[in-house]
């Protein structure tokens, strides 16, 4: 009796070491977050969020409603271009019961609708040009909101750059040659700053160690395959916009060719 007892001792402190080894690994292995910006471009975006009405369907909108909305929203949206020419960083809640990181990713959701809108009324305007600096505009939040962010940014910043891709894919036909070249190189500008996929799952893990701690690292070590797959899931689908954003360039630069041709 005395002998399995024992053994379920020795196989509970082997499995309760190896734990206190993985907690300890996973907190000193992660990096500490990096320095924000200053000015923040992300801050300025958030203020030009709070500018803007919440809950507006542009989509539905009569052609003189949306040019009444753009019109309305036209200090919001220099605010934003501004913001988007400055270094940004993601602003983190560290609070596991706060809402507050929620509530700013729906302002990034609310500035993109507008922009789309922007571009939208440029295109019933007959301003192409005009509508792919929106549209490009649009796909650089996407970029901003995901800086220094984690795997919820990410999510948020992937759905808003798809958004814009898929209306600058549809304006494409209409560009001529020096536009598509100029859309691209402000395309290919963007890609090229990229937040890397291994930096942000860096941030996700910092960012839980800073907000759960001990606690935090513990679960992560018994949930690790369900978080692993959802973290696969999520690149998955950042990867998927990348191949999408790479043949948008590749169309611009076949339309450019086939414009200069005639």
């Known amino acids: 009796m005395a002998r399995p007892v024992a053994k ?16 300890v690994w996973f907190v000193s292995s992660q990096s500490a977050p990096a320095v924000r910006p200053f000015p923040n471009g992300y801050d300025d975006l958030l203020k030009a969020g709070h500018m803007l009405e ?75 040009h005009e509508a792919a600096q929106a549209y490009l505009n649009a796909i650089r939040l996407g970029h901003h909101a995901e800086a220094g962010g984690v795997i919820i940014d990410s999510m948020v910043a992937v759905a808003v750059e798809a958004i814009g891709t898929s209306a600058l894919e549809e304006l494409t036909p209409q560009l001529n040659a020096a536009e598509c070249r100029e ?11 990229r937040e890397p996929t291994g930096a942000i799952l860096a941030q996700e893990r910092a960012w839980a160690r ?31 916009q990348v191949t999408r954003t790479q043949g948008l360039l590749l169309r611009l630069a076949t339309n450019a060719d086939a414009h200069g041709s005639n």
């Open 8 to 23: 379920a001792l020795v196989a509970f402190a082997v499995v309760a070491g190896a734990l206190v080894v993985g907690v």
């Open 183 to 193: 859309v691209a190189a402000g395309l290919q500008a963007v890609e090229s700053g």
């Open 54 to 128: 919440a809950d507006v369907d542009y989509t539905t909108m009569a052609d003189e409603e949306l040019r009444a909305a753009v019109g309305k929203n036209a200090e919001a949206l220099a605010l934003t271009k501004k913001a988007l020419d400055r270094e940004s960083q993601v602003r983190l809640d560290y609070s596991a019961t706060s809402a507050a990181h929620l509530n700013d990713l729906s302002l990034i959701k609310r500035l993109a609708q507008a922009l789309i809108a922007e571009g939208k009324l440029a295109e019933i305007d007959h301003h192409p």
């Open 210 to 240: 800073r907000t759960y701690g001990f606690k935090g690292a513990l679960i992560r070590l018994l949930t690790f395959k369900q978080l692993q797959a959802g973290e696969q899931r999520w690149a998955a689908r950042r990867k998927a």
